[in-house]
């Protein structure tokens, strides 16, 4: 069955002011249930294209089409200092007017697959950086939206923590049925995420270099060190490298 476009970027022009063009008659198409890596070198635009997917920002020129509701999960966490893990995660679901019993029981399981059980009654500040990005990720999750947009959710994540989540991630794919982009840093872990990959380039941005990660899921860690996937991050890496000035 043909997958539809739930997600476009039509000829789209954007500029913070004059001389500062972000994206110049940009394009992209998402299909749903895609996973889509987004690489490219630092101070590009990443993170814009997701403020003007969530409406944050306005399009100079050109359209953006959407079909279906959007989480955003920014680099920042932005939980609220007086609220508790749990109340912070429940957001979304006293927005959409859940019941707060009901919604007290559902935060409750997803603590504990997050590993935030025994955290519930605890503030931010108790937390460590990690700590926060999973509460911030748990509450993006509980939107219940089509689509997803995560601006470099493991980032904070010590190694050990990094690689369980990933895996985690890669389970919670298959039973959401969502479709996500992920802005990330890592070219490994965009490889072991995506279905595809969007390399962007210095700003402007006029184009991306989609590529497909030749990879079936469930996927594993071993994965990683195919013959074919070592030659794409190979291949990355130095069209990264090359993009950044020193």
């Known amino acids: 069955m043909k997958k539809r476009d739930v997600l476009k970027f039509d000829d789209v022009t954007f500029s913070y002011g004059k001389g500062d063009t972000i994206l110049q ?16 070198p630092s101070g ?10 969530t409406g944050l920002e306005e399009v100079t020129d050109g359209a953006i089409h959407t079909d279906g509701r959007i989480g955003y999960m920014p ?10 893990v749990a109340a912070n995660a429940a957001i979304p679901l006293e927005i959409q007017g859940v019941p707060k019993k009901k ?16 955290y519930e009654h605890k ?10 990005q999973r ?81 079936s899921y469930p996927r594993k860690r071993t994965d990683l060190h195919l013959p074919q996937i070592l030659q794409m991050e190979e291949q990355l890496m130095k069209e990264l490298g090359d993009m950044v000035k020193i």
């Open 25 to 40: 008659n940009f394009s992209l198409q998402v299909k749903e249930e895609e996973f889509v890596g987004i690489v490219g």
């Open 44 to 53: 590009c635009g990443k993170s814009t294209l997701f403020r003007l997917l």
């Open 75 to 84: 680099q920042k966490d932005l939980l609220l200092p007086w609220r508790t």
């Open 103 to 118: 919604a007290e029981v559902r935060v409750m399981e997803l603590l504990e697959e997050f590993g935030l059980k025994g």
């Open 123 to 132: 503030y931010p500040s108790d937390l460590s950086g990690g700590m926060r």
């Open 135 to 215: 509460v911030s990720f748990l509450r993006t999750f509980l939107t219940g939206a089509d689509i997803l947009l995560l601006d470099e959710p493991f980032s904070a994540l010590d190694a050990f923590t990094k690689r369980h989540m990933q895996e985690w991630l890669l389970e919670q794919y298959h039973k959401w049925k969502k479709t996500i982009l992920f802005i990330t840093h890592d070219v490994e872990e965009a490889l072991f995420l995506s279905t595809k990959l969007c390399v962007l380039s210095e700003k402007p941005i006029r184009e991306t270099k989609e590529l497909i990660v030749p990879l």
